[in-house]
């Protein structure tokens, strides 16, 4: 079967037939193959429509041929005869793993996502074998033996440059639950992380959630053998390969809520160890590699005459800003500049997750907080999970948060800040956050209008990977609001843009007092920890506009 051509098929049905025709119930057909695309395809049409079963096999044998010039890997297919039957079952199998463990599946999608797989396993160890890839990580996943659906591991091969002193190679497991954090969920904090454990190849290792693994130990056994064959090329069969990871352990992941969206799809609310401590993470299963809303959870002590005992409760420290990006949006309060003694401070923070943002510039900062979430479900996580309390100066309105603004514009309401805070559905685009409609020059106006006339600030999470499109956007907003800064966010890909209703020439207060105060009105109000670093958010800040120079 050279092609998938009209002519060939004919061939190989008449040919099919023939096997067919001498073979009587129960025999076999048995073929070796490399399981091209149209090869595949046509042999799970043609023998699971007869009623024939289907077993494959990925033949071992071939994978330790050291004088193999080429990795693809070698398939048996063994098609056994069965006299069909009216509403007979598929009887579907597969053995594609080191345990010989065969496997019956529900549908022929589950053998071709099985020899896929494989496929391009093989593809990226061959890649590897042929030269080093400083400056590009490749990523592969590996799945369990009794599932071909379900990963169990993704690896991702980190190369760096050769330095004296550095070891060859190693594999580091990343905790659980602990994929999204920039050290292990980025490139460029996987190659920070090769370098500062000195090897030029590194596979970093990441655990998936709905797979139970038994403890370090059992990982090595089980990954020892595969992880070797990614080993840079001329490294001795019998080097000994280190496993590294953070502690003695893999962490702990708890699930505390499985939950559907009708906007969201699915998600999971789950308690994850770090080095840090106890936190609550709410991810879409859409988007598993994004935190959609992180807490820290701390234990609630329990009141004694002699001395303060845990009671082995948990609760949320509302005081704490798990995200950076978080820490740089409530320091937005600086650019709102000076306000009278009797006035109180108001914000409209648009995207509320498990409201992290909104209750800290409410219980923290004194601001009044009108929070603005599309999703019902998500106000319901945040209350349920998340300690979110609603209060006078904390309300919430689940609508869209455009038409909630454009709402404040017709009524003429003033706040000294906007905060958006919401990401993008539409993968399509190079901006993850916010959505473009947010953005627009006419909603962009309607914010300006919101806004008080001396002292109003839009406070804008922005992640775009696009730089055309990120340039587009700030000459935009530039182009209404007459001071615009922006400042990117360490070890995140946020970036975080302020956009001022006053100009530079108006301005009473000096920008670093300014942090300063906020950050000594947050410690005064309960905060256990400084707000921000206010040289490190200066140092990474950039004035934009020729009207705010």
Not at 84 to 106: G, H, P, Q, S
Not at 157 to 167: L, W, Y
Not at 336 to 351: Q, T, Y
Not at 449 to 456: I, M, S, T
Request: proline share 3%; net charge negative; hydrophobic share 40%.
């Amino acid at each position: 079967m050279t092609d998938g051509s009209e002519a060939v098929r004919r061939r190989v049905d008449a040919m099919f037939g023939e096997i067919s025709r001498v073979l009587r119930v129960g025999g076999r057909y048995v073929c070796i193959s490399l399981a091209q695309e149209h090869i595949l395809a046509k042999v799970l049409d043609y023998f699971p429509s007869r009623g024939w079963m289907v077993r494959v096999h990925k033949l071992t044998d071939a994978d330790e041929d050291k004088e193999q010039t080429s990795y693809f890997p070698v398939f048996v297919f063994v098609f056994t005869k069965f006299k069909k039957m009216a509403n007979m079952t598929k009887v579907l199998e597969m053995c594609m793993y080191d345990d010989d463990k065969v496997t019956r599946v529900a549908d022929e999608g589950e053998i071709v996502a099985a020899v896929h797989e494989l496929q391009q396993y093989a593809l990226v160890r061959q890649q590897l074998h042929t030269r080093s890839h400083v400056g590009e990580q490749m990523s592969l996943q590996l799945h369990a033996a009794a599932s071909a659906q379900t990963p169990r591991y993704t690896l991702h091969v980190v190369d760096r440059p050769v330095a004296a002193g550095d070891a060859a190679f190693a594999i580091f497991i990343v905790p659980q639950g602990r994929a999204t954090e920039w050290m292990f969920g980025s490139d460029a904090g996987r190659l920070q992380l090769a370098k500062q454990c000195g090897f030029r190849r590194v596979i970093v290792t990441t655990l998936h959630r709905d797979q139970h693994y038994e403890g370090l130990e059992a990982i090595k056994a089980e990954l020892s053998a595969k992880v070797l064959e990614l080993a840079p090329a001329g490294m001795p069969a019998n080097t000994q390969v280190p496993f590294l990871s953070v502690g003695a352990d893999i962490g702990r992941r708890t699930t505390v809520h499985q939950g559907h969206s009708e906007l969201s799809g699915d998600f999971v609310v789950e308690d994850v160890e770090t080095d840090a401590g106890l936190f609550r993470r709410l991810v879409f299963l859409s988007n598993q590699n994004v935190v959609q809303s992180e807490a820290k959870l701390v234990a609630v002590s329990k009141n004694n005459k002699k001395k303060r005992k845990s009671s082995g409760k948990l609760s949320i420290d509302t005081s704490y800003l798990s995200c950076q990006h978080h820490h740089y949006m409530v320091s937005g309060i600086a650019f709102v500049d000076a306000i009278s003694a009797d006035e109180k401070m108001e914000a409209v923070v648009v995207g509320l997750g498990g409201g992290a943002l909104a209750m800290y510039l409410q219980q923290y900062c004194e601001v009044a907080v009108e929070a603005v979430e599309l999703d019902p479900t998500i106000l319901d996580v945040a209350v349920r999970f998340y300690g979110f309390t609603m209060s006078e100066t904390l309300r919430v309105e689940v609508c869209d948060g455009l038409d909630y603004i454009r709402k404040l514009s017709k009524e003429g309401s003033k706040k000294h800040m906007v905060l958006l805070d919401v990401d993008s559905k539409d993968s399509s685009v190079g901006m993850s956050c916010p959505p473009a409609s947010f953005v627009e020059r006419e909603f962009l106006q309607t914010i300006y209008n919101v806004l008080h006339a001396k002292n109003g600030v839009l406070v804008l999470n922005l992640v775009c990977r696009e730089e055309a499109l990120r340039s587009l956007l700030i000459e935009t907003v530039s182009a209404i609001f007459p001071l615009v800064y922006t400042a990117r966010v360490p070890e995140e890909v946020n970036e975080i843009v302020y956009a001022c209703r006053r100009d530079a020439a108006t301005t009473q207060r000096p920008l670093p007092a300014a942090l300063e105060r906020v950050n000594a009105a947050a410690t005064r109000n309960g905060a256990r920890e400084k707000l921000t670093d206010v040289a490190e958010l200066l140092d990474n800040l950039t004035l934009h506009g020729a009207r705010a120079t």
